[in-house]
């Protein structure tokens, strides 16, 4: 009897020590979401496509856009490009609700 209260003791006194674990995490840039807290990038003003000449087949016409860097925003002229992959569009860089989302290569759907 002795031994089984021996067991229960150790038992019960043991998970005094183990208590529920909680982690949580913030994140900030890139790695978490592709978004930056940023101020709003300066009016686009109007310009027309890329100057260059269209290359070929399989090319695409990516406009100009305000790009956020470390010293703030950046002008990046219109350019031609073929897409990563098959059925890629490019999504271009939007500054919304306060947050800078850097442009990216989408799949369709």
């Known amino acids: 009897m002795k031994a089984k209260f021996l067991a229960l003791l150790l ?3 043991g998970t005094l020590f183990a208590g529920p674990r909680v982690f949580f995490g913030v994140g900030f840039g890139p790695a ?3 978004y930056y807290y940023a101020p709003p990038p ?7 496509a890329p ?7 399989g090319y695409v016409a990516v406009n100009g856009y305000y790009a956020y860097g470390p010293t703030g925003y950046y002008w990046t002229p219109g350019y031609y490009v ?3 992959f098959v059925g890629a569009y490019w999504v271009a860089p939007r500054y919304y609700g306060g947050r ?3 442009g990216y290569w989408a799949h369709r759907r």
């Open 11 to 13: 038992l019960a006194g």
């Open 32 to 34: 978490y979401g592709g």
């Open 42 to 48: 300066p009016p686009v003003y109007t310009y027309a």
């Open 51 to 57: 100057v260059v000449a269209y290359p070929g087949p």
């Open 82 to 84: 073929r897409p990563p």
């Open 100 to 102: 800078y989302y850097a």
